[in-house]
T-cell receptor, first 115, second 118 residues
Framework: AQSVSQHNHHVILSEAASLELGCNYSYGGTVNLFWYVQYPGQHLQLLLKYFSGDPLVKGIKGFEAEFIKSKFSFNLRKPSVQWSDTAEYFCAVNARRIGGFKTIFGAGTRLFVKA | DTGVSQDPRHKITKRGQNVTFRCDPISEHNRLYWYRQTLGQGPEFLTYFQNEAQLEKSRLLSDRFSAERPKGSFSTLEIQRTEQGDSAMYLC????????????????FGEGSWLTVV
């Protein structure tokens, strides 16, 4: 069965600090990988996704993530965070397989950026 | 561009009552998903439809839960004889057909329906 593990439940950073949120998944086949963000009071929104090609993907608002297949990882990064990045971040995996298209989410990481 | 819409946004009900949530997906999306989210957790998969067919159900979906998508468009999630443990955000999402490879089966969420069982 697929599973997603996010290493940090809470992260507190000051503005301009660099961010890296860890994500590991367990599934041996071909996967699609996602990061979603949920800003306070808003619904889940897609931040970025990987499904093929360049393992370094760039998303909105300066975020990027790198797929490392050998490590089953898809860590999210941002060189310099802003106060407006305060949100909850969810890593997700969708396995390409016959008959199943469900996307499984990690427990989330709450990021608080101090102004 | 109309996103996924859910109704009602909030529902408070007494234990033992039945509740029903409705989801209208993005119009050209043929797959529809229901998730449940509680505080401090990520969305947990409940079930999904491809057109009107319910293709997978999680074991989280007890016999008190039933989901339908009768015409392959909107969907309903009904919870019978609600329990306090059913209190959660119920999320609906939809996605495009797989033949559009560029979509990578990305799912798009609605704003969710909050359920509080008292």
């Amino acid at each position: 069965a697929q599973s997603v593990s996010q290493h940090n439940h809470h992260v507190i950073l000051s503005e301009a600090a660099s961010l890296e949120l860890g994500c590991n998944y367990s599934y041996g086949g071909t996967v699609n990988l996602f990061w979603y963000v949920q800003y306070p009071g808003q619904h889940l929104q897609l931040l970025l996704k990987y499904f093929s090609g360049d393992p370094l993907v760039k998303g909105i608002k300066g975020f990027e993530a790198e797929f490392i297949k050998s490590k089953f990882s898809f860590n999210l990064r941002k060189p310099s965070v802003q106060w407006s990045d305060t949100a909850e971040y969810f890593c997700a995996v969708n396995a390409r397989r016959i008959g199943g298209f469900k996307t499984i989410f990690g427990a989330g990481t709450r990021l608080f950026v101090k102004a | 561009d109309t996103g996924v819409s859910q109704d009602p946004r909030h529902k408070i009900t007494k234990r033992g009552q039945n509740v029903t949530f409705r989801c209208d997906p993005i119009s050209e999306h043929n797959r529809l998903y229901w998730y449940r989210q509680t505080l401090g957790q990520g969305p947990e998969f409940l079930t999904y439809f491809q057109n009107e067919a319910q293709l997978e159900k999680s074991r989280l979906l007890s016999d008190r839960f039933s989901a339908e998508r009768p015409k392959g468009s909107f969907s309903t999630l009904e919870i019978q004889r609600t329990e306090q443990g059913d209190s959660a955000m119920y999320l609906c999402a939809s996605s495009r057909p797989d033949r559009e490879e560029s979509s990578g089966n990305t799912i798009y969420f609605g704003e969710g329906s909050w359920l509080t069982v008292v």
